[in-house]
């Protein structure tokens, strides 16, 4: 294995030097097959002097960025599931994702893998175990576990693909919790990912292969001149919108395959920046400055709809007589009530005065304003402030925590 595990005493980060860690400590699960002559020979002809291969005790190497937002993704390079393009699609993916202030976890996973029965069981396994492993130690590594996301090239869109959509987790170790570790991403990004043609029929999905009602939110970019890989991605992107889930799908007119982090002067070459456009539309890229903007935006809002709730006299007097009703309803809805006709007709009395309270507060507003409404959007927003005001107080904490590593 072209490899270097680096020993380390601590799972401490610091931004200047990336920290190496064994998937599988104990040896991984299953046997590796052993290559075959056409596999190898694949190998000789298309792997270079940066590329990866005989990979059987996978790694992942975390690399920090000097300002953390709290968001990871995994980065799976490609490499037809024989070796890996661990430098265009592996260190300098991990790098970019850096500047975004994102948390890049290079993933070394199992290959060749081009003779197993199944290609992706033993990749997709790795890939679980990495997430496992993040979650395990997100609050050490200050990263948020619900901001986890997979990006993967060729091979590893594939690989994306099977984690985010298959829910088969037999082959995964029983002695590991999956479940409770949530073994897939909460967001997914396949470049040229391919490999889930039916091969009797191009133009569908292999049999088996589904996208379930909670598949992670996906982006997709691929070029139009690269074999059947935007047929895939076009069928993907229609079984995401059939289950109405948010998926983004790029089809650049030209750029070929395998370019990854290299600049060939072809319209794909823009993903990077369409990607992070998206990750930053999602709120995976938060900055205190996005959220001070956002926390301000909510307030005023609050303060508009207060000021317009006062001017009509009803601040305070419509939200109580809106809990009121809420509470008789629940009082009427009791069983003992049915027996006890003269404390259910004194509720219902009761009821129809407040409805008949708040018709006059409705009537006392602006036509254009619906009562019940602000005082929902009222809730949120207040809900919306706290959460974001959590949220900054924990950015600047990590983020100080990381500049005085």
Known sequence: MKWILFAVSSLSLSAAEPLTLPLWPDGAPGVMTAPSEATAEFIRKRSGKNTVTNVT????TVYRPEKPNGTSVIVAPGGAYAFLSAVHEGTQVCEW?????????????RTP????????EKPVQDAQRALEIIRQHAAEWKLNPDRIGLLGFSAGGNLLAHLACHR???????????????????????????????????MKLKAGFTVPPDAPPLFMACASDDGNNPIAATLLYLEYKKHNLPVELHLFSKGGHGFGMRDNGHPINAWPARCAEWMDSNGW????????AAIQSAENELQTIHHNLQKFGCADELPIILREIAQVKSELAESSIASDSKRRKHLEDKLKEMHMAVEKLKRELQPSLNAEKLIETTNRLKTDIVRLQAEREWLQQIQQSASSQ
């Open 285 to 292: 890229l938060p900055t205190i400055a996005k959220l001070d």
């Open 168 to 202: 088969d987790l037999e082959n995964y170790p029983q002695n590991h919790d999956l479940n409770a570790q949530k073994p897939r991403p909460n967001f997914g990004i396949m470049i040229y990912g391919g490999g889930l043609l039916d091969p009797a029929d191009p």
């Open 97 to 109: 994702l850096n500047t975004l202030g994102v948390t890049g976890i290079l993933l070394t996973y």
């Open 57 to 60: 005790s996978p790694t992942l």
């Open 113 to 120: 893998t081009r003779d197993e029965p199944s290609l992706h």
